[in-house]
Each structure stands twice: as structure tokens, then as C-alpha cells.
């Protein structure tokens, strides 16, 4: 994977590194079938924008990823638009997945709207790769399956998935609702099943894939701020593991990136600021950040969202042809103390 070769390559399969993409022929092959062609259908009613104009993208065939296509939910802000970024850049075709609802029941505040996926759709494009967006909830498993299928069906196949949408929660345990419980378990939990779930299904007859989850730092350790988002972000990494053994037979190769403090509005807003220091009046993620630097062994408190795009394109790429399972932290060291 990674080398723009498969889609043209002789389709022997003995010499593709496990989750490099199948040969043209292939893969062809299995997005010709039925269900596909009825998903094509399906997707003007999921909000699915983009693409239509914009040829195969030719220019800059070398890149690293060209010929690819990256499916990335939560795509339209933060994390994931820059992670989108990065694979246009190296020449991928990209597909974003977002509820983009700015208020969604029992989330502390707002994600993001269709302006913003409209927004993150002009950038990708403006990079001259060719770009799907679809306005869907991850704790939807059909409106999943319709995207992806229409993804494969448009861009020839899918290569890469990153599970990447999420909420924050914070607050100390006794203080969440039961509702508020079962938002953030259904969104960051069930929702990565699904994704997972609707990516295998076009990935196993592929005998190829990658899929990348964006847990994070609080996966590895406790924290009594974010004690339920921390559950499910180790628990992240438990579907990631056991989905490296599910489906490594079928050379889909399935790992972890577990970034640290990023700044993108789930941790630069005012609920989170205003928990995380109650004694300042309007503290800004800046005085966070320096608040938290001391305390690692790097002078860092924070990362960008491209340091994480960075360490996601690298599990899609030829260099972790033969890594499936594993955790790669992002965290400025804060993980250096940590037994494993
Ligand atoms: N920002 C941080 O400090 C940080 C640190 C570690 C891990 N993470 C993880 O990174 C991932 C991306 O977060 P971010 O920081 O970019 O936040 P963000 O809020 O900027 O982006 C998240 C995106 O996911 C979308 N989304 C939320 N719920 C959704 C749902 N049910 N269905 C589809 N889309 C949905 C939002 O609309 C938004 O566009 C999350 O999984 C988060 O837990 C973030």
C-alpha cells in the first residue's frame, strides 16, 4: 500500500505486501457486483456532495498515495480534515463521513456543520484530488455501508478507512447522566464497530485494507476529568487489536494512533477549558498547553492536528506493510511513563 502501483500492478497477490490494494482487474471485479451498484443510488439522500465534476486525477500519478482512496469519518473539522489533508497531498482521492450537526443531544458542544463539511470539501479539492463528502451519523451502520459502498463503486476501490469521529466529555464521574453515558459509549464505541463492520465488507473480498483508529493518550492511562471518554478510548483499542486478529488473514491491517492534547474545538472549547482550569477566568487552550508542559518530558503541551495526520499516514503506508495491532502515541512523551 502506498506506492500508487496496485491499481495497475499483475494481480499476482504473492507479491503484494499484506494491505496493499488488489490489482486493477481484481478489484474491479468486486465493485462491479450488485450491491454496489444499488448503493450508487443511495447516496443524494445521505448528502453526498463532490466528485461529480473532477476527472480521475492524473497529475502527479508519483505521490505517494495516487490512485488511492481514503474514507475518513469525522472528516470535516480538526483531526480528520487534517488527516484528509495530508493523503490529498500525497495524491489520494478522499472521502469525509460527518453528522455535521453543530447540536447533537448529550454532546457539550458543537461539532460541526454541512458549512464546515462544504468547507473541507473546496480544501481537498483545491488540492486537485477528487473528494466525497456524506452528512451521516458513525452510530448508523447503513448510512456507513451506503457511503463506503458508494466510495469504492466512484473511486475503484477502498483502500484506507480511519475511524476518527469522536466526542469529548468532561466532568468527574458522578456527574454524567445516563443518556450522556450512552452518547459517548454509542458515538466513540459502537460507532468504531460499525465503521469497522462497513469497511471489512468491502475490504475482505478486496483481500486488502487499512484501517487506522484515532484513540488517544487517555486510552492508556485514567483520568478523573474524562472518565468515560477514557473508557472508550481504551476500549478503542481493544476493537482495533481484535479486529488486526479478525481480519489479518483477509491482509487488512488494522492499528492505533493515540494522539495527545490536540487543538481542534473537542478540546478548544469553553467547556473543556473552563473544567480543565476552573480558577481562571476565560483560560484559553494556550494557557492549557502551558499549564500541561511541565509535566512532560519534551517541552511540548499540546500537538497540532497534522502531527496526528502524519502518524496516521504512516500506518497507511508501505513502511508498516507488516504492522497490524499496534499503538503508535502521539503524545509528547506523556506516555513514557506508562508500563506498556
Ligand atoms: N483534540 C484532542 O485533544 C484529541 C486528543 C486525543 C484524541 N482525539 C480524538 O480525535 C478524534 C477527532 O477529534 P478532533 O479532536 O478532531 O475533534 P473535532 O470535534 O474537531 O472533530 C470531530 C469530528 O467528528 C464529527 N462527529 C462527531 N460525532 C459524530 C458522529 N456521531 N458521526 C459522525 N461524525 C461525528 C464532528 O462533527 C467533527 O467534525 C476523536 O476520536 C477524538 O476522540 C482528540
Request: proline share 5%; glycine share 10%.
Amino acid at each position: 500500500m502506498g506506492n500508487g502501483g496496485n491499481r495497475t500492478d499483475n494481480g499476482d497477490a504473492k507479491n503484494r505486501a499484506p494491505g496493499s490494494g488488489p490489482a486493477n482487474v481484481g478489484r474491479r471485479a468486486v465493485i462491479a457486483g450488485g450491491a454496489v451498484a444499488a448503493a450508487i443510488a443511495a447516496p443524494a439522500a445521505l448528502g453526498v456532495a463532490g466528485a461529480a465534476a473532477q476527472p480521475m486525477n492524473s497529475e502527479g500519478a508519483d505521490k505517494e498515495f495516487a490512485g488511492k482512496s481514503v474514507f475518513i469519518t469525522g472528516g470535516a473539522r480538526g483531526i480528520g480534515l487534517a488527516t484528509a489533508k495530508a493523503f490529498a497531498e500525497a495524491g489520494a482521492d478522499i472521502a469525509l463521513f460527518d453528522v455535521a450537526t453543530p447540536s447533537l443531544a448529550h454532546v457539550q458542544y458543537p461539532l460541526a456543520s454541512e458549512q464546515d463539511l462544504e468547507r473541507a470539501r473546496s480544501e481537498i479539492e483545491s488540492l486537485g484530488v477528487r473528494c466525497l463528502t456524506f452528512k451521516g451519523d458513525v452510530r448508523d451502520l447503513s448510512a456507513q455501508r451506503t457511503a463506503m459502498e458508494a466510495v469504492a463503486a466512484r473511486f475503484g476501490g477502498l483502500d484506507v478507512v480511519v475511524v476518527n469521529a469522536g466526542i469529548s466529555q468532561i466532568g468527574r464521574m458522578e456527574e454524567f447522566s445516563s443518556e450522556e453515558i450512552s452518547t459517548v459509549f454509542e458515538i466513540n464505541v459502537s460507532g468504531a464497530v460499525k465503521t469497522t463492520q462497513a469497511a471489512v465488507s468491502i475490504m475482505q473480498p478486496q483481500n486488502a485494507g487499512r484501517i487506522i483508529y484515532i484513540s488517544s493518550a487517555l486510552g492508556r492511562m485514567g483520568n478523573e476529568l474524562f472518565p468515560v471518554y477514557t473508557s472508550t478510548k481504551w476500549a478503542l483499542i481493544g476493537i482495533a487489536k481484535s479486529a488486526a486478529l479478525s481480519y489479518g488473514r483477509s491482509n487488512i491491517l488494522c492499528n492505533v494512533v493515540a494522539p495527545g492534547l490536540a487543538d481542534t474545538p473537542l478540546a478548544n472549547n469553553p467547556v473543556v477549558l473552563g473544567r480543565m482550569m476552573p480558577n481562571v477566568e476565560n483560560p484559553t487552550f494556550q494557557m492549557v498547553s502551558e499549564m500541561l508542559e511541565p509535566g512532560n518530558p519534551i517541552p511540548v503541551g499540546h500537538v497540532e492536528p497534522e502531527d496526528v495526520a502524519n502518524a496516521v499516514k504512516f500506518f497507511a503506508s508501505e513502511s508498516t506493510s507488516k504492522v497490524t495491532g499496534e499503538v503508535f502515541d502521539v503524545s509528547y512523551g506523556s506516555l513514557a511513563r506508562s508500563i506498556a
